[in-house]
């Protein structure tokens, strides 16, 4: 595969697309280049408990496009599907600091988790009272004890939102780490890809898959989960990404969800809404009743196509905090 | 005399000249982080290579990006700079530089081992075992990783044991890093073979094996070129 991209020099990808987030969305973010992150426009927002989160480039949406009014404080950029370091972290920990404490929402990679504890360790250091909850909503690793444990993927969409709320609405650090903890206790997700993706500084794909050839249970860089198989119709691959989901928390009949269906960066909409079709009547034969739903682009691997499904056991509380108005680049409603 | 001016002229030639060599000083410390920054550059597409087979295909790139920062600051040493200073100046550097998971934990290391060496002006055999020992332990306190996880400890403890073993027998700082330098390439290979249990090769199950593991490579290199810069 040769390299095709919209790009001028692979070494200025990450900060030539925040100049340009920065360009596009003055009225929501402010942007600081050096330590790199973006923090909503009024950060820190006095007696509101700051919420940050980060990780490597490449996800976008995920996290900057989530920064803004009843969602992130602030968000941290590392290089393409490069964990941030500590120093950008601090930064935009203390950016997001109104006094109220300030918590670290965290994917569960490696690079991501250990970066977040150094900062975390620094922050703390300084008197600021930190908290992280790690996501970890990924159902294709299957043996946990013998990993790096489940993967923090595009449930973390869903947790950014509902506890940006809770914080908004005056929640204080506990409460707040009580609703990141309960979002990400009943978020379940897989995805599937259908072609690798090109890191930029790498030139060459991160993986190589068959042209007939698709990867199930991948996390947000294509590494794998599963099992490789062949391509097969729609139907069957959210069948296949579904009934692990569904089995592992387990959603049952009563039970009220929201769905999202997301793009791996590179699968059109038209493909994305055929997936929830077929997820919404597989919920719906088991007795599930689908109340809330998302659909698109928002955690991304750059251009791979593909996809994956998460579903979110919904209750009152979530249902109104995932209402709630939010107001950043790629969430927007009630406000 | 300052690392600054004479950079590469053994400015420890008493100390490390001839087979008897009994301590490193400042200026060996500042050898050793150079030609790590050499050999890393060198092996950047290598290390990488090594990552994009069982995790994301940066390590390389990281560790070249991470001991290149290194290298202007250590123009700027003051005269009475430590051995300690360098390794703590080495870990800043790497823990705001390299990302990854590669930079907390070799940020760690080296952080530890300037803990363990404290102001000491040099470092005779049982502080350079200290040293290596701090190092492993910071790694294994952030990363939480065991011997046989696959990981860069898989090169470290044979490296520590080995080093503690030599030191034990009478061996002289440039045996005790050169038993060190080959237990860590004995066991950077020999997690070829391994099941990885932490980091992101840890989801590729079966498929890591025949594998080397980036980061006990790198660790592997970093040794080695401990040993290259002490005479025997």
Redesign the interface.
């Known amino acids: 595969m040769v390299m095709k991209k919209l790009i001028n020099d692979p070494r200025n990808v990450v900060n030539e697309a925040v100049a340009g987030f920065e360009a596009a969305h003055g009225d929501i973010v402010r942007v600081s280049h050096d330590p790199i992150f973006i923090a909503r426009s009024d950060a820190p927002v006095q007696g509101k408990v700051g919420i940050v989160s980060g990780g490597g480039s490449g996800h976008e949406p995920l996290h900057g496009g989530f920064v803004g009014y009843g969602m992130l404080d602030a968000a941290v950029p590392g290089a393409v599907f490069t964990s941030p370091t500590p120093d950008p972290i601090l930064a935009a920990t203390h950016a997001a600091d109104g006094g109220a404490g300030v918590l670290h929402i965290v994917k569960n990679y490696t690079g991501d988790v250990l970066n977040f504890e150094t900062a975390a360790d620094l922050a703390s250091a300084e008197g600021i009272d930190v908290r992280t909850v790690i996501i970890n909503d990924d159902v294709a690793v299957k043996d946990s004890l013998y990993t790096a444990g489940r993967r923090g993927v595009a449930g973390t969409v869903l947790v950014e939102k509902i506890t940006g709320a809770a914080a908004e609405r005056g929640d204080d650090l506990a409460a707040v780490v009580a609703v990141a903890e309960k979002v990400n206790s009943r978020v379940r997700t897989m995805g599937v890809a259908l072609t690798p993706c090109v890191v930029p500084h790498a030139g060459e794909p991160s993986f190589v898959l068959a042209d007939d050839e698709i990867e199930i249970g991948i996390g947000i860089h294509g590494e794998p989960g599963r099992e490789r198989i062949k391509l097969e119709p729609a139907d069957a691959i959210v069948d296949r990404l579904l009934a692990p989901i569904l089995d592992d928390l387990p959603f049952v009949t009563g039970d009220t969800v929201l769905l999202f269906v997301n793009g791996m960066g590179g699968t059109p909409q038209v493909e994305l809404y055929i997936v929830f079709r077929r997820a919404a009547e597989v919920l719906k034969d088991r007795g599930i009743t689908v109340t809330r739903s998302l659909i698109g682009n928002y955690t991304t691997s750059l251009e791979m196509a593909g996809t994956s499904i998460s579903v979110l056991k919904l209750d009152e509380e979530l249902t109104s905090l995932w209402d709630a108005p939010v107001q950043t680049a790629a969430l927007r409603w009630g406000r | 005399m300052t690392p600054k001016e004479q950079p590469d002229a053994g400015a420890n030639l008493s100390n490390t000249a001839g087979g008897g060599a009994l301590t490193l000083d400042t200026a060996w410390t500042v050898r050793w982080i150079r030609q790590s920054a050499e050999v890393l550059a060198a092996s950047r597409a290598a290390l990488?290579t090594l990552d994009?087979d069982i995790?994301?295909?940066?390590h390389g790139?990281?560790m070249d990006r991470g001991f290149q920062a290194i290298l202007p600051k250590l123009e700027q040493l003051a005269d009475e700079t430590t051995p300690g200073a360098v390794l703590k100046l080495v870990a800043t550097t790497l823990?705001?530089?390299?990302?990854?998971?590669?930079?907390?934990?070799y940020?760690?290391a080296f952080l530890k081992a300037a803990g363990a060496v404290g102001s000491a002006m040099s470092l005779d055999a049982t502080a350079l075992v200290a040293l290596l020992t701090a190092a492993r332990d910071g790694i294994v306190l952030?990363?939480k990783a065991e011997e046989g996880d696959k990981t860069m400890i898989d090169a470290w403890t044979p490296a520590v044991n080995a080093a503690e073993a030599a030191q034990a027998t009478g061996s002289a700082v440039a045996g005790v890093l050169l038993a060190a330098a080959d237990a860590a390439a004995s066991g950077a290979q020999a997690t070829e073979p391994l099941?990885?249990?932490?980091?992101?090769a840890?989801?590729?199950g079966e498929?890591a094996i025949g594998h080397r593991d980036p980061g006990s490579q790198s660790t592997s290199l970093l040794l080695r070129a401990a040993a290259d810069v002490t005479a025997a």
């Open positions: 990488n994009r995790g994301d295909g940066d790139e990281n823990i705001s530089t390299v990302g990854g998971a590669a930079g907390p934990l940020g760690t952030r990363g099941v990885a249990r932490k980091g992101r840890s989801y590729l498929r």
